[in-house]
T-cell receptor, first 116, second 115 residues
Framework: DAGVTQSPTHLIKTRGQHVTLRCSPI?????VSWYQQVLGQGPQFIFQ???????GRGNFPDRFSARQFPNYSSELNVNALLLGDSALYLCASTPLGRLAGGKTQYFGPGTRLLVL | GENVEQHPSTLSVQEGDSAVIKCTYS??????FPWYKQELGKRPQLIID?????GEKKDQRIAVTLNKTAKHFSLHITETQPEDSAVYFCGDNNAGGTSYGKLTFGQGTILTVHP
């Protein structure tokens, strides 16, 4: 079975631009969470989506948005990019919604974003 | 919000020695505690997890202990090998909370195992 996939693997943008990152969860997994990992730190929670609805949001500005599609894949959008947005963006999938709490989150390989 | 403190930030051991990493959490409602291993340039991979209804879990050379009263949990790696060298992250989750898909991570521990 394929694991969590993300695209693109690497991306270079300039300040003020916007970016769209994509994630496909493991087949059968309905919950997707997004994390930002700055170099040298642990992943920071951005969003969780389940059944196309936002179920949780971390402490990130409104420039960050996301959505989930009927096939459970997800997009993370970041507008008006800042230098500080440079990070590894990780997507994680879990099999169930409310029961996702306490369930293993499987991470994708991440998208490495560099903002110049 | 929830806070997870992880120590030490770096840990250097000789091959065959044991390694212990400790995390302290703040949310008394947290009830799921995973440990992830992240090798350079790769995704975090779950190595072991524990739920709040047990105090200890072991899987071969890896074990995790949980003290809910003190709100801390620890990762124990015995008979360390050079391939154990990586960054280790602890996490916690409140399965009954509103953000039930949210893991809060510690800052990470760089483990180096010297041959």
């Amino acid at each position: 079975d394929a694991g969590v996939t993300q695209s693109p693997t690497h991306l270079i943008k300039t300040r003020g631009q916007h970016v769209t990152l994509r994630c496909s969860p493991i087949s059968g997994h309905k919950s997707v969470s997004w994390y930002q990992q700055v170099l040298g730190q642990g992943p920071q929670f951005i969003f969780q989506y389940y059944e196309k609805e936002e179920r949780g949001r971390g402490n990130f500005p409104d420039r960050f948005s996301a959505r989930q599609f009927p096939n459970y894949s997800s997009e993370l959008n970041v507008n008006a990019l800042l230098l500080g947005d440079s990070a590894l963006y990780l997507c994680a999938s879990t099999p169930l919604g409310r029961l996702a709490g306490g369930k293993t989150q499987y991470f994708g390989p991440g998208t490495r974003l560099l903002v110049l | 919000g929830e806070n997870v403190e992880q120590h030490p930030s770096t840990l250097s051991v000789q091959e065959g020695d044991s390694a212990v990493i400790k995390c302290t959490y703040s949310d008394s409602a947290s009830n799921y505690f995973p440990w992830y291993k992240q090798e350079l340039g790769k995704r975090p991979q779950l190595i072991i997890d524990i739920r709040s209804n047990v105090g200890e879990k072991k899987d071969q050379r890896i074990a995790v202990t949980l003290n809910k009263t003190a709100k801390h949990f620890s990762l124990h790696i015995t008979e360390t090998q050079p391939e154990d060298s990586a960054v280790y992250f602890c996490g916690d989750n409140n399965a009954g909370g509103t953000s039930y898909g949210k893991l809060t991570f510690g800052q990470g521990t760089i483990l180096t195992v010297h041959p």
